[in-house]
């Protein structure tokens, strides 16, 4: 019989716990005779967190509504973005929502320099808040965004924005070499029950290309 392999230390690397917990249903370690619960991700020590206030540009701009996001693959650009709402003189219930994503250089010890920073979903009048999801291509040489409307129960399709735009690296290519292959993309697709969510793994497993699931389906007449 196979015997799932009980791990002799405590601080193992987070594959095998899982590994370790798919085979058994548990994560567990053995420590001379006894078996003891590991956690999956161990607590990270005090001096592993950087205060945001220490890194916070000079103008303090990021503590002026942006969202934190995270960042690129590098781990050297930071993602911020910012929503602002701009209400109509004439009706209080008619409001304008525009996006901006940020994006900053992170340097430990200093503070963070904006590299720069993109309209979102340009030429659209956008009444309601936007669910986000903004990822990174798999070649790391674009950045995705995409804006949802707010699904409610008397929606019958659900408005889809999207925005694409180079990655820092392009960008500074592109001030060095004016011919860098630079561009903005901006559109949007309506999307029909049961609204399948945008998902990265397969939205943007083609190479300069991007699949919407928008469950359109025609059916034709008899």
């Known amino acids: 019989l196979f015997e799932p392999l009980v791990m002799a230390l405590e601080h193992v690397n987070i594959l095998h716990k899982l590994y370790n917990r798919t085979l058994t249903g548990r994560a567990t370690g053995r420590f001379g005779c006894k078996e003891k619960e590991l956690r999956l991700c161990e607590p990270r020590q005090p001096w592993y967190y950087v205060p945001l206030k220490s890194i ?5 701009t990021l503590l002026r509504g942006h969202v934190l996001l995270g960042f690129l693959k590098d781990g050297i650009h930071l993602l911020s973005y ?7 003189e004439t009706n209080i219930l008619h ?12 340097d430990l010890g200093t ?17 309601s808040d936007l669910q ?23 929606s019958s ?17 592109a001030q060095n070499h004016p011919l860098a292959d630079v561009y903005f993309i901006h559109f949007k697709y309506d999307i029909q029950p049961p ?28």
Not at 118 to 124: D, I, K, Q, R, V
Not at 157 to 173: F, K, L, N
């Open 56 to 60: 916070v540009d000079q103008h303090e």
């Open 111 to 127: 503070p963070l320099s904006k590299v720069c920073s993109y309209s979102l979903f340009e030429g659209e009048l956008i009444n």
């Open 157 to 173: 399709s659900r408005q889809c924005y999207v925005t694409v735009v180079p990655s820092p690296d392009i960008v500074q290519a």
């Open 95 to 106: 409001s304008l929502y525009t996006y901006s994503l940020f994006i900053w250089k992170f």
């Open 82 to 88: 910012l929503c602002i709402v701009e209400s109509s």
């Open 132 to 154: 986000l999801v903004i990822c990174e291509s798999p070649e790391s040489d674009r950045i995705v965004i995409l804006g949802a409307g707010i699904q409610t129960e008397e």
């Open 195 to 222: 609204f399948p969510p945008f998902s990265p793994l397969l939205s943007l497993k083609l190479r300069d290309t991007i699949i919407c699931n928008t469950v359109s389906i025609a059916i034709p007449s008899l």
